[in-house]
């Protein structure tokens, strides 16, 4: 076995290597970390810009819902169906709102708010319901963030035969006057119509009664139809009795 002549020497030369192979141990730690958060800005960089893109160039259409919430024997069926007819397809489903006691949450024909919409069909037009339900503020709360609208897209339309309701000066709500909405013959029917997607328009800027403007549109046609529609079904269950228009 060899003598190691100087084993001092040799002691001090290991030291050193070790000490040189620790440097470049911590080294490429330090590389590592350093490429890591390069790597890491460059990524959100590309999200970011990814995301403006998206944003720029394909934004996501803005939804908005329509809640009736007229008070009883205030023409309250006709505006529903106008209201349908101007913003839902002719043949879209009636859809009740109103809070669910037991399972403490706002439910749609007794669907939750998230199935009701993901099983709903039509374009990026709102939906119109109806409520029986007057806490108006909490609804847009609670529903603006059940449906990711946020409560400034709840949107309340009521027809009213009173003097003065405070709620009609909530800043998202439209009251329209129960003799605004009478109508006696076609052609009236028609004004009727004409005159609610005005009003619509003049409050919410968002909607114009001309349909195909570009903007969240009012079918003006669809609307008369459909009042047509729940005239002739009104005809078939009338009471031969009740002569005047304002039993229905």
Known sequence: ??????????????????????VFTIFGFLMLVCMALVVRKNYHSFIQKSSDATSIFSPP???????????PDTGSTLLTNLLMGLFDPIDSGYGLLRYHLARKMWVINDLSVDAFFRGAAGGNGPRVLKTHDLRLRRMAKELGSATGMGKDNILFVRSHRCDHDPQCEMPNMLCIPYEELLYATPEERQKVVRGVARTLAERFPLFDETYGSGKIDMNVEMGVRRLEDMDTAAARLSNPEKKSKNFF
């Open 61 to 71: 259409p803005k939804k908005f819902l329509i809640v009736q919430t007229s008070h």
């Open 1 to 22: 076995m060899p003598q190691i002549s100087n084993p001092r020497a040799t002691r001090r030369k290991i030291r050193n290597i070790v000490s040189l192979d620790r």
